[in-house]
């Protein structure tokens, strides 16, 4: 199957560790069919006085990823903020951006849970 990846979109949502940035990419696969999704651990400093005076700490936030078809593109932004709890004041921010050109990746299925593997 070929992809014209100019008529995709991606979507970064940056959240705050309490919420289960994993579960919402499996949600995305199983409920809205979207596989080009996923997550890393990120830290960093925001720029209010607050965050300035502890600029060592730096704050932690989970980072979501999702590559999305342009004609979905609206519909997934709008699940990720509802999902995110991006309304909330302080818990993250999230944009979306054109995407020039990307490659396919397609995984096999029967690939190991991460989570389960770090925990065990």
Partial sequence: MSHDY??????????NTDIDAQGITQRLKS???ILTAGVYHA???????????NMAGGQEKNVIIAV????RADEIFAYLYEEGEIYKP????MYMERIDCTTALNLP?????LDEMVQG
């Fill in 68 to 71: 999305v078809p342009l004609d």
């Fill in 90 to 93: 302080h818990h993250g921010m």
């Fill in 31 to 33: 409920e809205k069919q």
């Fill in 109 to 113: 299925e029967d690939l190991p849970d």
């Fill in 43 to 53: 830290r960093g400093v925001g720029g209010s006085a607050h965050f300035r005076s």
């Fill in 6 to 15: 100019r008529e995709h979109r991606m979507i970064t949502c940056v959240v």
